[in-house]
């Protein structure tokens, strides 16, 4: 093996282990931030006909993030399709809201603290499952 093609072959080895070891940590960082928040569900109210329900979530993404409260409604015969309609910051056990239904297609949401709302579904389109109202505390 002459001298060019020996520099070569070690320069191209040399450039692949070292891609390698930057590149698997660079790849690696963004799978390990996204580990996965934990949900899990606090309470279950169903809608006068029983066939929706609204869903009040614990989100825990980790200890350097706070809880989230999520309000989704979705159909008793299929609970993967979900609207998320609001979504809260703090455990739903020490924030403010009240959900209720008013009728077989309408949700209500109401007396939450305008600076715990993270977000809200703010349309009714016509895929959605129910329509909603979201109003915050009057202060």
Sequence with gaps: MGPTLKFLW??????????????IPVLLLPLLMMSGCETTEHEIIPSPNKESEAAVLIVNCGATTNWE????????????????????????ETTEFNVRWRADNTIEITEFKFEDLL??????????????IIRPKVN
Excluded: C, E, M, Y
């Design 69 to 92: 409260t999520q309000v989704v409604v979705r159909d008793k015969s299929n609970i993967d399709n979900h609207n998320v309609l609001i979504r809260l910051d703090g455990h739903p």
């Design 10 to 23: 070690h320069g191209g080895a040399a450039i692949f282990w070292l891609g390698l070891l930057i590149g």
């Design 119 to 132: 977000s809200f579904h703010s349309r009714n389109l016509n895929g959605d499952i129910t329509r909603s």
